[in-house]
């Protein structure tokens, strides 16, 4: 189908009748600016050829232009299968449609409303729309060759129309017959699986997901039942064990009551036979203590008398030597005391030595005493020169007047000028020199000076003057001499302020010879640097101290010789040796020390002799003192020992018959000990041990006959639920569902692989169906873009699905390529898939605003692309930019814009 | 159904010396006629009351109520053929744990016997803390004899020596205890286990082979394995014995369903062991190698014939080559099976599509089917060595063809 015109009236901002056209069959470029109306127009005529007249709807009343009440309507002229048609739609009031077919040059009418609407469309799609306005979808091929502003993007094709272009193609992907199959193949799995291959569940859910979640079902209940069985079964081994260790529990009872028994009996003679062995080992004590007791005080008698008779020996001893020690002593202090009597005539010398030390300290004092004053004296001395001296050149100082250094410099300016200003008169001054040769005169008639000048030959005579000079020689000749006429008296001016200057700077100073000044000037540096000399001297002497310290040293200093020579009035004449003193002193005191240690000495060893004495005296006399003593005692303790009243001969025998009875004792006591060791343990221990033990197992067995109760009740309430039945029942359950869900699972498993291999087999046979197609639009892509993108891969439905570009050879989904170039690949697909359905006859593309992210350089190859498919393909550009298709060779440009204009009335 | 109430004698099985009732030769040591024998007992055991069925699927609670109604039959048997006592040799029930009622309807039945029942507990039914054997119905029935000892009793003929099973697992041969001792009386065993010779991975309460003679025993009933089996001694005399489970328990069952009926003229003489049919259902393998068109419908018709199918349970094995066009005789089958016998179970996991059948593939119109079904046929083949989709096995791939047939017939209709 292709179009020839179209008519619009009453339709959105159509509101007066705009007719565009005779549209070429080749290129056609409809441009106009935004809001005129090119997407509206292209609606209308997607209106007019896919729509019902009948169709309602707010969409519908919204063609109405705004505001206005007109009756949308379109007509179309288009050729179609060889023939032209026109058809007329009315929309929402008194809608009509009639379609005319051109028979002999005029248009007849050939069908009319719903039969119009449907004849129409059959031309282009088999999908006729629900209701409401027709969609992409519902276009057929259209679907393809219209494309509406933004939306170049290619979806997937609808089912009919991909075998509208599979069958365009001459292949057949699928024989006629397979269709209704394949439904049934799609329909089986679609009942089993979801779309994307999931097992169905909820309501949807297919018998084999049901019997799944049944047999999950089955099988938790049954891990519930195969616990309660397990359960059971614990509970009987539980009941079991527990009654084992009941009877074992028993057994031990029993066994350790037959022990306990017979050990009771051994207990009982255990314990009489260790209360004899008791008994047996106080009779033994009490006898070993009897012996002990009266040996003792048999041994104690004697050892008393022994002793008595050995402090008698001892107090004898005592006494005869007690007079010796007694003569030692008298003669060891009378020793002391002369000892002590020679110390002490020694120490009588002390005060006479102490006495040539002092002296010998004191001449020492005033020794250092004169060396100091002399020393402070001559620092007053020199002080006081230096003092005097720089008094001296201070009053010189005082009385120098001379300038200072700014002054001088000022003079030496003034000076200057003065000079400078003589040199100016001087030059400004007319000179005339006479030279006499004899002695004559020359008078000054005009001149600095007027006057005579005597001339002495050979010696010149110098005339200045200004503005003349002259000079008469007389009797010979007047000179005259003329310059120019200069400052002269500004010169002399200024020389005169020079020397005014200088006066008054050289007044003080009553000289103003510069060499003068100057000399004044060194004669004051040099005073200056004197008295900068003379403080510093002064300063030295001082050594950082005051003068008036330095005096309050020397009265100090004096103060003390006085002192000294009051106590030596000779030494102010004679001053005294301190070295020979000293060494007098020291001599004195070296032998006095001497002669004091030795007595000393002596006396120490006097009264150490005479303490020994002493000591080894009372030593003496405290061992007679202790020996009396002793006696004393052992007199008392002998009376207590034989207070008894035996004799030695009565204890004797006493004695024997306490050892006869303790050997008894012991003999007893050994016998009982034998008994005793046959027991190889203590029975009463034993006997306590196992009576413990009969009551722990008598417990144990207690609880475990507790334990034994409660878990025969729990066996029987096992038991009772028949764990085992209810078991076997849901294992065959599961049993029965296993077996149930495997045959489903096959079948599924069946339909699964029916229907992949299904998808496969159709995807082989689409891939060969759309090779040639992906072949076209890939060498348009290329001729476009370049070789970059690869190759173009569609998917089943020719929907561009990727690029596989021949760097990486993996496909790349378009959302990773450019807008620009996305936009270029829907382009050469869809103008790839014209070309297929525009094999039989020639069919309308419509490009409405597209190629809008294409630079101008692509644009250039795309519409060298439309040119060529314009020789199978009627292109329609809507756009706002006829510039950009100027290129296009012989396309028809019609300005939607004039239309309209020129349509208004 | 109804249960059967009446028992056959097993002339299928023929032990070594072929006893026959009426034919008591010398041989055995007894010439009396076993209507004079000195006693008359049925030895049944491995009733497995209350057992799992899971391999029939919906009709467990079919087959465990069989078992109940064998036991009828027993106590019937006992009734009809004169028989003095019955013994049980253990595994009366399937487990401890059985429902309570169970237990009661097994005390009924045998509480409905007219003559006195001994019953030892097996392995299965063991004499544990909480076993059926506490159960208070065994106190009602007076001479209904749980033997919980190992201690002779005196019985109607003689003197019963019951070996009672006490754990699931021993090593110990039961029969250990019972001495030699002398008398007239006849001594008859009871015991549970396997007797050596019987290939298990490791000893299972183990009976020496010449208990009987060992232990100086007339008759040793035994129980546990469910086939009937005899063990003659050395003199040809079968004093050693299985009776099998009185009812089958599934599929491939060698000779069970049966009780023995056990006639002994007097100590020392020669038993005459006769096995009686208790059994009500019949547990049939059908099996065919499918090799050529007609064999399916072979099988048909063979499944069609079989008689008394109310009480068959079938498992039915095909394998081999299925034509397409063969496939709705399968459904038939199916249907047949479903409808007749209270149980079935087709196993045509080893059924592969014909490569004769390959003429429907190349009926198919060129394109997608044919290439589908072409690809399918291919994967179909076990012996098939390219790329294999996942989930693409030969069964799967199979039943994939099959489905495939049945759109397009249906389509075509």
Redesign the interface.
């Known amino acids: 189908m292709i179009l020839r015109s179209i008519r619009v009236s009453g339709w959105r901002c159509f509101a007066d009748a705009v007719a565009v056209g005779p549209f070429k069959e080749d290129l056609n470029v409809i441009h106009a600016p935004n809001a005129t109306g090119k997407s509206t127009l292209f609606e209308a005529m997607i209106r007019a050829l896919l729509d019902a007249h009948r169709v309602g709807g707010r969409e519908v009343e919204a063609l109405r232009p705004w505001g206005r009440q007109l009756t949308p309507t379109v007509t179309v002229e288009f050729a179609h299968g060889g023939h032209e048609y026109r058809i007329t739609k009315r929309f929402l009031d008194s809608p009509s449609s009639r379609l005319e077919r051109q028979e002999g040059g005029r248009f007849v009418s050939l069908a009319e409303a719903g039969k119009a609407d449907d004849t129409v469309r059959a031309m282009l799609s088999r999908n006729a729309p629900g209701r409401g306005l027709s969609r992409p979808e519902n276009w057929g091929l259209a679907q393809v060759l219209w494309i509406t502003q933004g939306a170049l993007a290619l979806a997937a094709l609808s089912g009919d129309l991909v075998s509208d272009i599979r069958s365009s193609l001459g292949q057949?992907?699928?024989?006629p017959?397979?269709s209704?199959?394949?439904h049934?193949?799609e329909e089986?799995y679609l009942r089993i699986f979801t779309p994307g291959g999931k097992l169905r569940s909820g309501r949807e859910a297919p018998p084999v997901a049901q019997l799944g979640e049944k047999l999950e079902a089955a099988r938790a209940e049954r891990a519930v039942a195969l616990a309660r069985?397990r359960a059971?079964?614990e509970?009987?081994?539980r009941?079991?064990e527990l009654?084992a260790a009941r009877a074992q529990a028993r057994y031990d009872a029993e066994a350790i009551g037959e022990v306990l028994k017979g050990t009771r009996d051994r207990a009982e003679l255990f314990q009489k036979l260790t209360s004899d062995r008791n008994r047996g080992e106080e009779s033994l004590k009490a006898e070993e203590a009897r012996y002990a007791d009266l040996k003792r005080r048999m041994e104690d008698i004697a050892a008393s008398r022994t002793e008595m008779a050995e402090v008698a020996g001892s107090i004898r001893e005592i006494e005869t030597d007690l007079p010796l020690h007694e003569r030692e002593l008298r003669q060891r202090d009378r020793e002391a005391e002369e000892a002590r009597s020679s110390l002490e005539d020694a120490r009588r010398d002390r005060p006479k030595v102490d006495a040539a030390r002092e002296l010998a300290e004191q001449a020492r004092l005033f020794a250092e005493n004169a060396r100091a004053l002399d020393a402070l004296e001559d620092t007053l001395r020199k002080v006081a020169a230096a003092l005097e001296a720089l008094d001296q050149r201070k009053r010189e100082r005082g009385e120098l007047v001379a300038p200072d250094d700014s002054t001088l410099n000022a003079i030496r300016k003034a000076v200057k000028k003065r000079d400078e200003a003589q040199i100016l008169i001087e030059s400004s001054l007319i000179a005339l020199e006479v030279v006499s040769e004899k002695h004559g005169r020359l008078i000054i008639v005009t001149g600095e000076q007027p006057g005579e000048v005597e001339l002495s030959p050979g010696i010149p005579a110098r005339v200045t003057g200004s503005p003349e000079v002259v000079a008469d020689l007389p009797g010979l000749a007047r000179l005259r001499a003329s310059g120019p006429a200069g400052s002269v008296g500004e010169h002399r001016a200024a020389r005169a302020e020079a020397d005014r200057e200088l006066q008054r700077l050289t007044r003080p100073f009553a000289t103003s010879d510069l060499e003068s000044l100057e000399g004044l000037i060194e004669k004051r540096r040099a005073l200056d640097k004197s008295i900068g000399d003379a403080e510093n001297q002064v300063e030295t002497w001082l050594s950082g101290r005051t003068l008036d310290v330095i005096q309050r040293q020397h009265s100090e200093l004096q103060a003390i010789r006085a002192n000294i020579i009051q106590d030596h009035p000779d030494w102010q004449k004679t001053p005294p040796d301190p070295p020979a003193l000293k060494a007098a002193a020291d001599a004195a005191s070296q032998a006095f020390v001497g002669r004091v240690e030795k007595a000393e000495s002596d006396w120490d060893g006097a009264q150490k002799a005479l303490d020994a004495a002493r000591k080894s005296a009372g030593q003496l006399g405290s061992r007679a003192e202790a020996a009396r003593t002793m006696t004393r005692s052992l007199e008392t303790r002998l009376a207590e020992l034989t207070a008894d009243g035996k004799s030695d001969e009565q204890r004797a025998v006493e004695l024997k018959g306490i050892a006869l009875s303790w050997d008894a004792a012991k003999a007893k006591l050994e016998e009982t000990d034998r008994k005793l060791s046959e027991f190889k343990d203590n029975p009463v221990d034993t006997a306590d041990r196992l009576q413990r033990q009969l009551q722990g197992a008598e417990e144990a067995a207690s609880q475990a006959r507790d334990a034994e109760k409660t878990e025969?009740g729990k066996?029987?309430t096992?038991?009772?639920?028949?764990?085992?039945?209810?078991?076997?029942?849901l294992?065959?359950k599961?049993?029965?569902l296993e077996?149930e869900v495997a045959a489903e699972e096959?079948?599924a498993?069946?339909?699964?692989?029916?229907r992949?291999?299904?998808v496969?087999?159709?995807a082989?046979?689409v891939a060969a169906v759309a090779g040639p197609v992906e072949s076209v639009a890939t060498q348009m892509i290329q001729r476009i873009a370049g070789g970059r993108l690869g190759r173009l891969h569609l998917g089943d439905s020719f929907e561009p699905a990727a690029v596989v570009p021949e760097s990486s050879g993996e496909g790349v989904s378009l959302e990773a390529v450019s807008g620009g170039e996305r936009e270029q690949i829907y382009l050469a697909t869809r103008l790839a898939l014209a070309e297929v359905l525009a094999r039989d006859e020639r069919q309308m593309v419509v490009l409405d605003d597209v190629m809008t992210f294409t630079d101008a350089g692509r644009m250039a190859r795309v519409m060298a692309i439309l040119e060529e498919e314009a020789r199978r393909l009627q292109i329609v550009v809507l756009t706002c930019h006829p510039e950009r298709y100027r290129g296009l060779t012989g396309a028809a440009f019609l300005d939607l814009d004039a239309l309209v204009h020129n349509a208004r009335p | 159904m109804a249960a059967k109430t009446s028992v056959r004698r097993r002339t299928d099985l023929r032990f070594p010396g072929k006893h026959d009732r009426a034919r008591i030769t010398s041989r055995y040591g007894n010439d009396r006629k076993g209507a004079d024998a000195a006693v008359k007992l049925i030895h049944t055991a491995d009733w497995q009351l209350?057992?799992?069925?899971?391999?029939?699927?919906?009709a467990?609670p079919r087959v465990r109520e069989e078992r109940l109604a064998a036991a009828r039959r027993v106590v019937a048997a006992a009734r009809e053929q004169g028989a003095e006592l019955i013994v049980i040799a253990g595994d009366t029930f399937?487990?401890?744990?059985?429902?309570?009622?169970?237990v009661q309807k097994a005390a009924d039945v045998l509480g409905s016997s007219p003559v006195p029942v001994f019953v030892i507990p097996g392995n299965h039914d063991p004499l544990?803390?909480?076993?059926v054997w506490?159960h208070p119905a065994w106190k009602t029935m007076e001479h209904v004899h749980v033997l919980r000892e190992q201690k002779p009793i005196d019985v109607p003929g003689g003197t019963l020596y019951p070996c009672p099973v006490k754990d699931k697992r021993s090593r110990k041969d039961p029969t250990a205890w019972i001495t030699p001792a002398a008398g007239d009386a006849i001594r008859i065993g009871l015991a549970h286990g396997t007797v050596e010779g019987v290939q298990q991975p490791e000893p299972d309460h183990p009976i020496a082979r010449d208990a009987a003679g060992r232990a100086g025993l007339d008759y040793l009933a035994l129980g546990h394995w469910h086939s009937t089996s005899v063990y003659p001694a050395a003199d040809g005399a079968v004093r050693m014995a299985y009776c099998g489970t009185h009812e089958a328990t599934g599929f491939g069952e060698r000779d069970s369903g049966n009780i023995l009926m056990v006639e002994i003229a007097g100590h020392g003489a020669a038993p005459m062991v006769t096995p009686l049919r208790t059994g009500g259902l019949t547990w049939k393998v059908f099996e065919k190698d499918l090799r050529q068109p007609g064999d399916l419908a072979g099988v048909r018709q063979v499944i069609e014939l079989h008689q008394d199918a109310d009480t068959t349970l079938v498992e039915l094995r095909v394998r081999g080559l299925l034509a397409a066009a063969e496939r709705d005789e399968l459904e038939r089958i199916r249907e047949i099976l479903a409808s007749r016998f209270p149980f079935h179970?087709v196993d045509s996991s080893g059924l592969r599509p014909s490569p004769a059948d390959s003429g429907w593939l190349a009926g198919l119109?060129?394109?997608?089917?044919q290439?589908?079904a072409a690809?399918?046929q291919e994967?179909s083949d076990p012996g098939y060595a390219g790329n294999r989709?996942q989930?693409?096995?030969p069964?799967?791939?199979s039943?994939?063809l099959?489905?495939?047939y049945t759109?397009?017939t249906?389509?075509s209709r």
């Open positions: 057949q992907v699928a024989e017959s397979a209704p199959i394949e049934k193949v089986a069985q059971y079964e509970a009987s081994r009941v079991e009654r025969e066996l029987m096992l038991g009772a639920e028949g764990t085992y039945s209810l078991l076997a029942v294992e065959e599961v049993a029965a077996s096959l079948r498993g069946a339909i699964r692989l029916l992949d291999t299904l496969d087999c159709r082989r046979a | 209350g057992m799992k069925a899971a391999h029939v699927g919906g467990a399937e487990d401890n744990g059985v429902e309570r009622a169970l544990t803390p909480g076993s506490e179970r119109p060129p394109g997608l089917l290439g589908l690809r399918l994967l989709p989930g693409g096995s069964e799967a791939a039943r994939a099959m489905e495939l759109m397009i249906e389509a």
